[in-house]
């Protein structure tokens, strides 16, 4: 079945965020086959974020993401690139909806970038791609 890459940025595994995160994507019925804490490597995230390069959040977000270990998962189930998508809500914390994790979750600090507390990938090719990079 499809799979997809989920990352929990530093602000979910430091606030204590990974549990409740986790408990969304099983209580959803998706199935995690695989799970890591790490420090993310510079490499990774340039791997990673390539789309982004020159964007004027770029740079923040890749320090942030190199502020604090992250955990890694691979998340499968019909449907789970949109389906993750669609629990971790809106990119921007301030807009997502209540009932998604970044909607609960998450707000805007006030910091040039958004610690929106997950990534999921945005299609078949990215979750292949991104799931290369940390596995
Ligand atoms: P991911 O699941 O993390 O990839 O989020 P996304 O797909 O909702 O967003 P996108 O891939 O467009 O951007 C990656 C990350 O860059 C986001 O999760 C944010 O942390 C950050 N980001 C994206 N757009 C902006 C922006 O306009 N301003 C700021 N400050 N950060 C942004
Ligand atoms: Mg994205």
Do not use: C
């Amino acid at each position: 079945s499809e799979r997809t890459l989920v990352l929990i940025k530093p602000d979910g595994v430091e606030r204590g965020l990974t549990g409740e995160i986790l408990r969304r994507i099983e209580a959803k019925g998706y199935t995690i086959t695989e799970l890591k804490q790490l420090s993310a490597s510079p490499e990774q995230l340039a791997a990673h974020y390539a789309e982004h390069e020159g964007k004027p959040f770029y740079q923040p977000l890749v320090d942030f993401m190199l502020s604090g270990p992250v955990v890694a998962a691979i998340v499968e189930g019909h449907g789970v690139i949109n389906g993750f998508r669609s629990l971790a809500g809106q990119t921007d914390p301030t807009s997502a909806a209540p009932g998604t994790i970044r909607g609960d979750l998450g707000r805007d600090w006030g910091e040039k970038v958004q610690k929106n507390l997950v990534h999921g990938s945005d299609s078949v090719e990215s979750a292949e791609r991104e799931i290369a990079i940390w596995f």
